[in-house]
């Protein structure tokens, strides 16, 4: 079966790539929107010319593409149909950051166990959450002076790709910065810095800034936070702005909440939301063939209920047995020595739909590599899936902690991708750490078990659930050696 996916994929691409004969590409930082293409021009079918026939295999093959290619674009269209009815921002649960479209809503620590909203959460930096939606105004984004404290504000269009620099590895000013929409053409009033313009309505916004375990680090940040905001441009006055984020209301979660991440893609619906994606996420250069083939089946299943009875079946059976895969870490990137797991094109994924998916799927809303590396891990070294009953260590060599400019950790996600509640409160180890124990010739052990170790290495202690688990190395702004995988995490090692 996936080797029939793949000899789609490709035969699409060859598709697209013998169509296209000439582009014309308008850059605008990271995007790149198509302005002409000959095939357009020559007036080429994108697909299946109305009333052609379809056999049920060529439409379940559509439909499995199209399930696959938009799966991350669905996900962030469905948050933004359930935050747009939000009053103002608010803590779900008491926990997560939401608010209605174009707005932001920041934590004022670490991110608690509870959240089903985002999988992967970080226990080092302070979130925010914010999405846009630039068919009403242009946003006005703002940065504080972070002094020495790492930052970064991840900002990206509904395929889940960057395209702002906003952080402390782009040398970023305090000040005001304009994001806009495909379609605004306005003024940049006096007092902004600098303009991103997206290639999408949709987006989310993400900070993160980093603090540490120290109590006074933490009380030190809050002022610095309630400088972080987002707003439409009509309410920008050059001044800057401020909220309390510490009387910011709760709203109770719902009671039927279960251990998974909130199910943002329904597969029996998603043909039916289909449409407005293709509206919402223009094509980029060469996704037009893509486009064309859904479109025609989309077009027939309107006309025909068995066609789009076959199509809800296709997507149903793709949740299962395409995306649902993708969730495990193993099966997310590329693999490197020891069975850790990486990707080298997070937030700018282009048109790999499968690693944009993966990572959708598996730890949705990840930064770029330049900003942050990631590696995963579901296994030992022996390749046995990491389970709460085994205990385990990792030895990083003297001089071979993770070499960063900002920060890193190694995070313990259940099998959910979750946080599982520990004695300790521990959740992750890394940087913010001071009190991590050295080895006597300088190497560093974490330890990571369900059970209390002695007192000598509790500071290094990494608390696992009963269950399966997975780990989770975080380089923030890697040295270009971990970029290129010329430095790579130390095996897991069972013990005994």
């Known amino acids: 079966m996936k080797k029939s996916y793949i000899l789609l994929f490709a035969t699409c691409l060859l598709f697209i790539n013998c169509k296209e004969e000439k582009k014309i590409r308008e850059a605008d930082n990271d995007n790149l929107a198509i302005k002409d293409t000959s095939a357009i021009k020559k007036n080429l079918p994108a697909g299946p010319m109305a009333n052609t026939i379809m056999t049920d295999e060529y439409v379940k093959h559509i439909g499995t593409l199209a399930y696959l290619w938009g799966w991350p674009m669905v996900n962030i269209h469905n948050r933004k149909v359930t935050f747009e009815k939000l009053p103002e921002p608010l803590y779900k649960g008491g926990v997560v950051p939401l608010s209605p479209p174009n707005q932001l809503c920041m934590l004022t620590d670490y ?29 006005v984004i703002q940065v504080p002076d972070f002094g020495d404290r790492f930052w970064v504000y991840q900002v990206c269009n509904q395929r889940t790709d960057g395209y702002a620099q906003l952080g402390k590895m782009y040398g970023t000013k305090p000040g005001f910065y304009l994001l806009t929409g495909p379609k605004w053409n306005g003024k940049v009033p006096e007092g902004i810095t600098q303009v991103f313009k997206c290639d999408t309505d ?21 002022p610095t936070l309630q400088k972080i905001l987002m707003y439409p441009l009509n309410q920008f006055d050059a001044k800057t702005k401020t909220k309390d984020w510490t009387k910011i209301p709760v709203l109770p979660s719902a009671p039927t909440a279960g251990n998974e991440e909130t199910k943002w893609v329904k597969p ?24 064309g083939q859904i479109e025609s089946v989309l077009a027939a299943a309107a006309k025909d209920t068995r066609i789009k009875d076959l199509l809800k079946q296709a997507a149903m059976e793709a949740d299962q047995k395409l995306i649902n895969p993708l969730f495990q870490f193993s099966n997310v990137g590329y693999p490197l020595k020891d069975n850790w797991t990486t990707q080298g094109n997070g937030a700018q994924f282009g048109l790999d739909y499968l690693t944009r998916t993966a990572c959708a799927k598996a730890n949705i809303f990840v930064n770029k590599p330049n900003e942050t590396k990631y590696f995963y891990q579901d296994r030992d070294v022996a ?20 070499p960063v400019k900002g920060f ?45 170790p002695s007192n000598d290495k509790l500071s290094n202690w990494l608390p696992s659930p009963k269950e399966t688990f997975s780990l989770y190395i975080r380089c923030y702004w890697p040295e270009d050696r971990v970029v290129k995988d010329s430095w790579l995490p130390p095996a897991v090692v069972k013990t005994k």
């Open 111 to 139: 991110i608690k166990p509870g959240e089903k909203d985002v999988t992967c959460p970080n226990q080092d930096v302070v979130y925010g959450f914010g999405l846009t939606d630039f068919s009403k105004d242009a946003l």
């Open 202 to 222: 949709l987006g989310v916004v993400i900070p993160r800034v980093f603090q540490t375990d120290d109590p006074a680090d933490k009380k030190s940040i809050q």
């Open 268 to 291: 029996e619906v998603f043909f039916d939301e289909l449409p407005v994606i293709l509206k919402e996420v223009p094509p980029l250069p060469g996704e037009e063939a893509i486009y």
């Open 383 to 402: 390749g046995t899936r990491l389970q709460g009953n085994n205990k385990y260590t990792i030895t990083f060599a003297k001089g071979e902690i993770p």
């Open 408 to 452: 890193w950790s190694l995070t313990l996600y259940n099998q959910y991708h979750f946080f599982s509640p520990n004695s300790i409160n521990r959740f992750s180890l890394g940087t913010k750490n001071k009190d991590l124990k050295y080895n006597a010739d300088g190497s560093l052990t974490l330890y990571v078990q369900n059970t209390q």
